[in-house]
């Protein structure tokens, strides 16, 4: 905002000599005439503001989020304030892209509907076919009696999905890793791109789990690529940490801890980030400020927003990337919120219900369900087009062609971490899992899109 002008000898001047006006009048030009020279910057603002709300959302020009006018695409969140700082955008020609770099493809693949498609092809692979999924998901080796969760594919508004092709992506990865990183859902979408490429190796594989169960490493010998997935849910170091122990009712993490676990992504090729269903415990988190030594100290600790604590993390994450991935040779991922369906009168049915005992999707194309803060789309995309700007991530947003599918939870059909109670098994919805996805199901089409944004940004 400029400074603010003195308008007295000014104001003395023209207006003061029409004295055949009322003094009202003159008063009334007066006030005009200095609001235009005081605030003509701050109303100009506002006026671009406005014009920007009702404009599409798009992240560093490789995925977007666009208004919710159609009724089938996610809600935009509002641009970014006035006044923050921006940085140039990354200009430059994207690893493994196919396409040509002034190719305009003109269509959005993550807004589309779901078509059902009882061919052959689908599933893209047979949960007994493959065994790298974690028993967490494997819906039908715990008795889920239902298939149909696996006969659908995402139909993008105005284009097709290229066919996900296995031997392609060994092929881009020979010599190279992809490492998956974030909580229980990425170890989701690592496992089913595992089970997407396996089919296509002939030669010796080996799947190695270190023993605090943090890193897992999937190897394809003949082509000296490694398909790998790192437990840290929040990106920061954090006290759920434990791959194994982990679930924490009091979360903390700590500041400016990025590299506590960024020193194990060094040398990555391709990073698929994912990091968000830790953080919805409440309007606020706890952030750790000095080592954990001082952790019971009052002083150390602090309460912010959620929507804060989150964009700190997303922030460490992107300098992670800047400090470590040549951007010329590497590809970075972030797959977006992933939705639960833990009140059914979000869709409208009675409440008291979840995701159990559901076998159809959600048919209404603007739905959004209450389990999905906006409020953390829009701090994503105000660092994207801010201090994120010259980072080349590639939004995977997932989150509405997710939430259409109620449908394809683990429910009950899970190993389950204790025994349930008989009151439980009474009433099975209480200890339903509507956080994690079968597989093979909806996380594949994930990957299938992750392979659309690889090979043609």
């Not at 196919?98 to 589309?112: A, H, I, K, P």
């Not at 190279?176 to 990425?186: I, P, Y």
């Not at 979840?354 to 959600?362: D, F």
Request: with cysteine.
């Amino acid at each position: 905002m400029k400074p603010p002008l003195s308008c007295t000898a000014f104001c003395s001047s023209s207006i003061a000599k029409k004295a055949h006006f009322s003094p009202f009048l003159v008063a009334l030009a007066l006030f005009l005439l200095c609001f235009s020279f005081l605030y003509g910057e701050d109303l100009k603002d506002l006026l671009g503001l406005q014009a920007q709300v009702a404009s599409h959302l798009t992240i560093n020009s490789n995925t977007t989020i666009r208004n919710n006018n159609g009724g089938d695409e996610q809600p935009a969140a509002p641009p970014p304030r006035p006044g923050k700082s921006t940085k140039t955008r990354w200009q430059g020609r994207l690893a493994f892209a196919l396409n040509d770099e002034d190719e305009d493809e003109g269509c959005d693949v993550f807004s589309g509907r779901w078509v059902r498609d009882d061919t052959a092809t689908r599933p893209l692979y047979r949960e007994e076919d493959c065994p790298y999924i974690h028993p967490q998901l494997t819906c039908q080796a715990h008795g889920r009696p239902d298939t149909a969760y696996q006969q659908w594919r995402w139909q993008p508004h105005g284009c097709t999905l290229p066919a996900f092709d296995a031997t392609r992506v060994l092929e881009a990865l020979r010599g190279r890793r992809m490492l998956f990183v974030g909580d229980s859902l990425g170890r989701g979408q690592f496992a089913s791109m595992v089970c997407l490429l396996q089919s296509a190796i002939s030669g010796d594989t080996s799947f190695r789990v270190s023993p605090d169960q943090q890193h897992t490493v999937f190897a394809a010998a003949e082509y000296n690529a490694t398909v790998e997935f790192y437990w840290a849910p929040f990106l920061l170091e954090s006290n759920s940490d434990n791959a194994v122990a982990h679930r924490v009712a009091e979360r903390m993490v700590r500041r400016g801890s990025i590299e506590y676990h960024g020193r194990h992504w060094r040398g990555a090729d391709v990073v698929v980030f994912n990091t968000y269903i830790w953080w919805c415990k409440g309007p606020s988190f706890r952030i750790l400020n000095g080592p954990w030594e001082s952790a019971g100290t009052k002083e150390a600790v602090s309460w912010v927003p959620t929507e804060e604590a989150y964009g700190m993390a997303f922030r460490d994450m992107l300098q992670w990337v800047r400090d470590n991935m040549d951007l010329n040779t590497t590809r970075v991922f972030f797959t977006s919120m992933s939705p639960t369906h833990q009140k059914s009168q979000d869709w409208g049915d009675e409440p008291g219900r979840n995701c159990y005992n559901e076998t159809a999707m959600i048919s209404d194309p603007g739905y959004w369900g209450s389990d999905g803060r906006q409020s953390v789309m829009r701090v994503i995309r105000e660092i994207l087009d801010g201090d994120g700007a010259d980072v080349p991530l590639t939004f995977l947003n997932v989150t509405q062609l997710s939430m259409y599918r109620k449908d394809a939870h683990t429910s009950i059909y899970k190993r389950q971490w204790s025994e349930p109670t008989p009151e439980q098994l009474a009433d099975p919805k209480t200890y339903a899992d509507c956080v994690h996805w079968c597989l093979p199901g909806l996380q594949d089409t994930w990957n299938e899109l992750l392979y659309s944004k690889l090979f043609y940004p």
